[in-house]
């Protein structure tokens, strides 16, 4: 390729015509220099940095985790249809969890645990008044004769804590009144007609029923073996609506013998005592 080259015979206007004519093909047009700023061609992302540019997904987290929740759910209220409202032991729980069986608490921790309302306080405690209550008259009081008349059955005439019937055998009769001496000396009596009592207090010397009791009362050392006396045979003898019982057919121990009784049997099958007798041939009487 040849440049122009200014020939040195050529005028100036020559000259000018060389460099300056654009159609002369020895003196191509020559490109415009322009100023400018350099630019960087744009650089591929790569996938890494294309992932750290992302935003987190916790909206897709938020909405996956709710839509697990919402199917526990239905699994729940299709177990509630299947099994009904309540829930039994072992069974799955609200989210499908598994419960163990609930120990089966004691009964008397259940009966304790009454205890802590006031209302069942106050009701154990008037309960147990009235049972000391009754216990304390029935030994200070129930039996006195002056709270019998007549020759009724013990019940209907004596005071508190008395057998509201007669017993239904002679044995059983005189077997309560060894048992009333030795731990219920002030109910003896409520087992004997008036006549009777009048005579059982003169036998042994004291001016009404319940003082000769109480003296033989005095005189018991055994009281458990004493008030549980031994049949012998011929003790008991009945006719017809009458009997008697001696004493010296028993085996009394730890106590006093209390003599021969006479018994007759009352409309309503009961027996009681109306009659006594001294047996001064009797041991230990």
């Known amino acids: 390729m040849m440049c122009g080259v200014a020939d040195p ?11 300056s004519s654009p159609d002369s093909p020895s003196n191509p047009a020559v490109p415009e220099v ?26 897709d987290d938020e909405a996956f985790r709710q839509y697990q929740q919402f199917l526990e759910f239905r699994k729940f209220q299709e177990w509630q249809r299947q ?3 309540g829930e039994t032991p072992g069974s799955p729980g609200k989210f499908g969890t598994s419960r163990a069986a609930p120990a089966k608490r004691a009964w008397w921790k259940r009966a304790l645990g009454l205890l802590r309302y006031k209302l069942v306080r106050r009701l154990l405690y008037v309960f147990v008044v009235l049972l000391l209550l009754n216990a304390a008259i029935d ?30 055998s002679p044995e059983e009769t005189v077997t309560t009144v060894y048992d009333f001496v030795a731990t219920k000396p002030a109910t003896v009596c409520v087992l004997f007609t008036p006549a009777a009592k009048a005579r059982f207090a003169a036998n042994h010397g004291t001016p ?15 009281p458990k073996n004493y008030k549980s006396p031994e049949f012998g045979k ?6 017809g609506t009458d009997a008697s019982v ?3 057919l028993l085996d009394v121990r730890g106590g006093p013998r209390l003599g021969k009784f006479g018994l007759e049997r009352r409309a309503n099958g009961g027996w009681i005592i109306d009659g006594h007798e001294k047996e001064p041939s009797c041991r230990g009487e």
């Open 246 to 248: 001696s004493s010296c």
């Open 9 to 19: 015979n050529d005028s100036p206007d020559q000259h000018a015509q060389h460099t």
């Open 139 to 168: 030994y200070y009081v129930g039996g006195d004769d002056s709270g019998n008349t007549g020759g009724g059955a013990p019940g209907a005439t004596a005071g508190h804590g008395v057998r509201s019937v007669l017993p239904s």
């Open 83 to 85: 099994y009904g409202e």
């Open 34 to 59: 322009v100023d400018a700023e350099p630019v960087d061609e744009p650089r591929p992302t790569t996938t890494s940095e294309h992932r750290d540019t992302l935003p987190p997904p916790q909206q």
């Open 208 to 222: 009404d029923c319940t003082t000769a009791a109480r003296q033989l009362h005095a005189r018991v050392t055994l």
């Open 234 to 239: 011929g003790a008991v003898k009945i006719v």
